[in-house]
């Protein structure tokens, strides 16, 4: 099964920018869907950004639509979630996840805080 493993989270002031990544451990990396969630305080989980396994398809949520990035290396096993712009309702902790079929994988989550 894979695991995953994210680095890149952090404190930036508003309009800031951080990249978060994600490594993954398994051979068949490039037979999953990867995407990114977010959790505010008191808040459900919220998907941020998906990405199809060859990299070919993207999608957002509204709210981050134009400012987010998500993307994959598959020869490194890696994805990335590039954040342009960073607003305080970005505060969150993020998570990784891996689909293949019906199993899912999530990573332990990074916290990104946005404030002056």
């Known amino acids: 099964q894979v695991q995953l493993v994210e680095s890149g989270g952090g404190l930036v002031q508003p309009g800031g920018s951080l990249r978060l990544s994600c490594a993954a451990s398994?051979?068949?990396?490039?037979?999953?869907?990867m995407s990114w969630y977010r959790q505010a305080p008191g808040k459900e989980r919220e998907l941020v950004a998906g990405?199809?396994?060859?990299?070919?398809?993207?999608n957002y949520a509204d709210s981050v639509k134009g400012r987010f990035t998500i993307s994959r290396d598959n020869a490194k096993k890696m994805v990335y979630l590039q954040m342009n712009d960073l607003k305080p309702e970005d505060t969150a902790v993020y998570y990784c996840?891996?689909?293949?079929?019906?199993?899912?994988?999530w990573g332990q989550g990074t916290q990104v805080t946005v404030s002056s």
């Open positions: 996840k891996a689909r293949r079929q019906l199993r899912t994988t």
């Open positions: 398994t051979f068949t990396f490039r037979d999953y869907f």
């Open positions: 990405i199809t396994s060859t990299g070919g398809s993207t």
